[in-house]
């Protein structure tokens, strides 16, 4: 975190309701290189998928996302991950 904080990609503020908790959130440039990194992600995934049928790849879409979740709930569990 604070060599993020030190590359101006994050912003840590106190919390007004915990004075033991910390707030992080992203800055402009936080939210441009995130951008940049999905993008990426998204050409690198269109390249594996190419030869790949539109209904395979849906149903590969659903497993990893039910991958993704399960591995999610495992590590907090009772968190609401879609609030």
Request: net charge positive; aromatic share 2%.
């Amino acid at each position: 975190m604070t060599r993020a904080e030190k590359r101006g990609l994050v912003q840590r503020s106190a919390s007004a309701e915990d004075g033991r908790a910390v707030h992080v959130a992203l800055t402009a440039a936080g939210r441009e290189l995130a951008k940049t990194f999905v993008k990426q992600v998204e050409r690198e995934l269109a390249t594996l998928v190419e030869g790949v049928t539109e209904p395979d790849r849906k149903r590969l879409s659903e497993l990893a996302s039910q991958i993704v979740i399960g591995d999610a709930e495992r590590r907090m569990p009772g968190a609401s991950l879609f609030a």
